[in-house]
C-alpha cells in the first residue's frame, strides 16, 4: 500500500504531504522499512552463486 494518494482525514489533505501530525504518522508508518523479500532473496542465491564459484575454483 502506498500513501501518494491517501487523504487525511485529520486535515484533507493528501497524507504524501504530511502537513499535520497525522499525516506524518501515518506516512512514517507507511515507508517501507528494510529490504523487500524480493531482494533478500536475490541476495541469498548471489551469495550461494558465489560461494559453488569459489568452491569449484578451489577444486580445480
Known sequence: MTYDRLVCASCAAPVAEG???VCRASRQRLEPQGLPPAMV???VIA??????????VRTV
Do not use: E
Not at 551469495?47 to 569449484?56: D, E, I, K
Open 41 to 43: 532473496l536475490t541476495l
Open 47 to 56: 551469495l550461494v552463486a558465489t560461494l559453488a564459484l569459489l568452491v569449484a
Open 19 to 21: 502537513r499535520c501530525p
